[in-house]
């Protein structure tokens, strides 16, 4: 991949009503030339506006990829890939770190009636989640809008060490450094 290809990361920390997100872009290259930051709702529905928001409000014609930290962010805030892919026009990719059996059965515990219900169908509509092997560690990945074969890539070429991609790296980072200064009162 060419060093001056652009990801946007997205990445959140929450403690409290609210979460935290910090959208980051990182070149290839490990440049980092951009943040913008939001908010979402935890336990919410409304995390997928939250992350459109941050792509439309950055404006980088030049980001080529979207790559969210999870699919359920702010306690289960389920992000519908589709739409964020057909409002940004860049292929999404949800990376996560550690394995599940998925959210089926936290969503039915913690929720009901049309709570569930809005969740679960949001959540069916998603890519299944693939295995995929990083510098001797293992992440799981969804893609929409880009195969299997190049998520891997983009994965790797954002991948300078560890499993976790530099442009989610350094939003998680961002995000919780901006939580700590909301929790502050500044």
């Avoid at 459109?52 to 930290?69: C, G, K, M, N």
């Avoid at 219900?117 to 990083?134: G, I, M, S």
């Amino acid at each position: 991949m060419k060093p001056g290809v652009r990801a946007l990361g997205v990445a959140e920390s929450y403690d409290g009503p609210t979460s935290t997100l910090a959208g980051v872009v990182v070149r290839a290259s490990r440049v980092v030339d951009g943040f913008v930051f939001g908010t979402c709702t935890v336990g919410g529905t409304d995390v997928t506006d939250s992350v459109v928001d941050l792509a439309e409000r950055l404006d980088r014609e030049d980001v080529r990829y979207v790559l969210v930290s999870g699919i359920a962010l702010a306690w289960y805030n389920v992000l519908d890939m589709h739409r964020v892919h057909e409002a940004v026009d860049r292929p999404v990719i949800s990376v996560t770190f550690e394995e599940s059996d998925g959210l089926r059965d936290s969503l039915e515990a913690e929720f009901s009636g049309d709570e569930l219900d809005r969740r679960r169908e949001v959540y069916r509509r998603q890519p299944a989640r693939r295995r995929l092997a990083v510098n001797d560690q293992t992440v799981f990945v969804r893609s929409v809008g880009i195969d299997g074969e190049e998520a891997r890539d983009v994965v790797g070429a954002f991948t300078p060490e560890g499993g976790r991609p530099e442009p989610l790296r350094v939003a998680r980072t961002a995000a919780r450094a901006a939580d700590e200064w909301r929790a502050e009162g500044v």
